[in-house]
């Protein structure tokens, strides 16, 4: 059988769960790993070479899993995140694209030369790693609760040669506060979705990614970002920022939080035009 022809096969067979084009990205990148091509050019390049056997066999295997809605990144063991290639499991959120738009907007904003970063609830590791690789003279801190994550995280650290400090820690009983460590920006992707919304998710989502990273109770919808908020009220430098990502439902009821903590803040919208970041930065 030829690339083209399993290809075809492939992705007919996603149609059924994936939009077309959806189906087609995730049959793209699943025949790029599989035949260790570079990109989709090289893929329609191979488009009628003749696949062996024992590769069918392993692609078909992939297949399975995608057919039962598990997501691409967890069937290949890899993501990417502003350019970075990143191991990922079910330990850990799927590093998302609004999730780059907060990191360009840190980094584009904040000109230190010099920083002390705080990461909460770092996951994959995606915002810590993409910032120290891009500011090198940052020092970088990043937490996580599961100590699978952390384990995930330290080696995506290590494959990209940065040096991080992984501290496992608990956001809504940080050890954090009773230290003297200071930082000068904390940068944030909690949990924020309510939990009555996993109804009306897809189950790529909710059958395989962590609840634990995801989901905040339904009358509580702001639980992380208090927990944010007391943390960086004993951590933060005067002056200093926060930047986190928000649900879009409570940008606003997040924003008037932080300012009613003589907080100044501000709503940044993502790429389908949703407030999807708060910048908030402390009095001195």
Not at 112 to 137: E, H, Q, R, V, Y
Not at 179 to 195: A, E, G, L, M, R
Not at 246 to 256: C, L, P, R
């Amino acid at each position: 059988m030829t690339t083209r022809e399993l290809f075809n096969n492939t992705q007919q067979s996603l149609q059924s769960l994936y939009p077309e084009n959806e189906a087609k990205t995730i049959v793209e990148w699943l025949f790029c790993d599989v035949l260790k091509l570079k990109n989709r050019i090289a893929l329609y390049e191979n488009f009628d070479i003749i696949i062996p056997e024992q590769t069918q066999t392993k692609i078909q295997r992939k297949l399975k899993r995608l057919q039962q809605f598990e997501p691409i990144q967890y069937v290949l063991h890899k993501a990417w995140f502003m350019n970075l290639e990143l191991h990922v499991s079910s330990d850990v959120l799927i590093p998302r694209p609004e999730t780059e738009e907060l990191c360009h907007t840190l980094l584009n904003e904040v000109k230190l030369a010099n920083a002390n970063l705080l990461d909460l609830a770092t996951g994959s590791g995606c915002l810590a790693i993409a910032i120290k690789k891009t500011k090198p003279n940052w020092e970088v801190t990043a937490t996580d609760i599961s100590p699978s994550a952390l384990k995930l995280s330290n080696c995506n650290a290590s494959r990209h040669k940065v040096n991080i400090n992984f501290v496992l820690d608990d956001m809504l009983h940080s050890s954090l506060i009773h230290t003297k460590k200071q930082f000068d920006i904390i940068v944030s992707n909690p949990p924020y979705i309510p939990i009555s919304e996993k109804k009306i998710m897809r189950p790529n989502v909710t059958n395989y990614e962590p609840s634990i990273a995801l989901f905040v109770p339904d009358q509580d919808p702001l639980l992380f970002y208090r927990a944010i908020a007391q943390i960086a009220e004993e951590c933060l430098h005067p002056n200093g920022y926060i930047y986190m990502e928000v649900h879009e439902n409570y940008a606003n009821k997040t924003k008037a939080f932080f300012e009613s903590k003589n907080w100044n803040t501000k709503i940044y919208f993502d790429m389908n035009d949703k407030p999807r970041f708060i910048k908030a930065q402390k009095n001195g």
